[in-house]
């Protein structure tokens, strides 16, 4: 039975760290006149209520976005998505994965989402009646679709990692992955943790995929003692000029105390 819930983590510092980038590059994909395909393997909710109690009770948005939102110039495409996301949906509002691509998307481009948990996938399908929302594994759901129609475009593998074998399972995956969609841009987001659980998956994705990159920012744990202390994303067939996006958000984190 699956318990995680991204409502008690949206908005925290990981989720700036792989929602700025994954904004980044997908406007970044959509300057081209071409439509894209994005596809997304873990959607979550899509829209989330930071005033939620939830949200409240672990204090991660109010470490994360709230104070870190003056990184983001208004011309951000993050930042747009936060201000888009606000305006339609109110003060407290915050965009998951789903929302911030359905917002930088063109009515030309295709949107394909899984979600396993009936509660979450629900609620996503309410937040975006235009996309195409599976009640699925995310896993299986995308070594079904890929290659998906069009060609060009991006997946994010966001697990909740609540599977250890996760760790064991996505190198395998992401392999086929690549050789089923071979101009597709592939994100997986990692959690780093002082467990170091993520620390072969890493490995063996670094030897399968030598030309990704590999990017990872750290921040003071959420709580003393909580295991995570920073987030990565590992993207084989990175768009031009990712690195020196990601480069750039590091020496915010960085900054951080
Ligand atoms: N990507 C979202 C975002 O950034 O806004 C957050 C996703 S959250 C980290 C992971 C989600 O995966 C949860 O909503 C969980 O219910 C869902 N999930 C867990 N196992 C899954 C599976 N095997 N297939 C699809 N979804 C799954």
Same mark, same amino acid.
């Given at each position: 039975?699956?318990? @995680?819930?991204?409502?008690?983590? /949206?908005?925290?510092?990981?989720?700036?760290?792989?929602?700025?980038?994954? =904004?980044? &590059?997908?406007?970044?994909?959509?300057?081209?006149?071409?439509?894209?395909? @994005?596809?997304?393997?873990?959607?979550?909710?899509? #829209?989330?209520?930071?005033?939620?109690?939830?949200? #409240?009770?672990?204090?991660?948005? =109010?470490?994360?976005?709230?104070?870190?939102?003056?990184?983001?110039?208004?011309?951000?495409?993050?930042?747009?998505?936060?201000?888009?996301?606000?305006?339609?949906?109110?003060?407290?509002?915050?965009?998951?994965?789903?929302?911030? %691509?359905?917002?930088?998307?063109?009515?030309?481009?295709?949107?394909?989402?899984?979600?396993?948990?009936?509660?979450?996938?629900?609620?996503?399908?309410? %937040? #975006?009646?235009?996309?195409?929302?599976?009640? /699925?594994?995310?896993?299986? &759901?995308?070594?079904?679709?890929?290659?998906?129609?069009?060609?060009?475009?991006?997946?994010?593998?966001?697990?909740?990692?609540?599977?250890?074998?996760?760790?064991?399972?996505?190198?395998?995956?992401?392999?086929?992955?690549?050789?089923?969609?071979?101009?597709?841009?592939?994100?997986?987001?990692?959690?780093?943790?002082?467990?170091?659980?993520?620390?072969? &998956?890493?490995?063996?994705?670094?030897?399968?995929?030598?030309?990704?990159?590999?990017?990872?920012?750290?921040?003071?744990?959420?709580?003393?003692?909580?295991? &995570?202390?920073?987030?990565?994303?590992?993207?084989?067939?990175?768009?031009?000029? #990712?690195?020196?996006?990601?480069?750039?958000?590091?020496?915010?984190?960085?900054?951080?105390?």
């Amino acid at each position: 039975m699956l318990s @995680y819930q991204h409502i008690y983590h /949206a908005g925290n510092l990981a989720d700036v760290h792989k929602h700025a980038l994954l =904004a980044w &590059m997908l406007d970044y994909l959509t300057a081209k006149d071409k439509p894209i395909s @994005y596809v997304e393997t873990h959607g979550g909710r899509a #829209l989330y209520d930071l005033g939620a109690d939830e949200a #409240l009770k672990t204090g991660e948005a =109010a470490q994360g976005i709230a104070r870190v939102k003056t990184w983001f110039p208004p011309d951000h495409p993050y930042a747009k998505c936060l201000s888009q996301t606000i305006d339609l949906h109110g003060t407290s509002a915050y965009p998951g994965s789903p929302m911030i %691509a359905t917002q930088i998307l063109r009515d030309t481009d295709q949107i394909t989402l899984a979600e396993l948990h009936p509660g979450e996938h629900n609620a996503l399908e309410l %937040a #975006l009646p235009t996309a195409t929302v599976h009640r /699925a594994d995310g896993f299986a &759901m995308a070594h079904s679709i890929l290659p998906p129609t069009p060609r060009r475009g991006l997946m994010l593998i966001d697990p909740s990692f609540e599977v250890k074998d996760d760790y064991v399972t996505i190198p395998g995956h992401i392999k086929k992955y690549v050789r089923a969609w071979n101009v597709g841009i592939i994100v997986l987001w990692y959690p780093i943790l002082t467990s170091k659980a993520h620390a072969n &998956m890493l490995a063996t994705l670094q030897k399968d995929h030598p030309e990704a990159l590999r990017h990872e920012v750290r921040f003071p744990p959420a709580r003393p003692g909580h295991g &995570m202390i920073g987030s990565g994303i590992f993207v084989i067939r990175p768009p031009f000029g #990712l690195a020196e996006q990601a480069a750039n958000l590091k020496t915010r984190f960085d900054q951080l105390k």
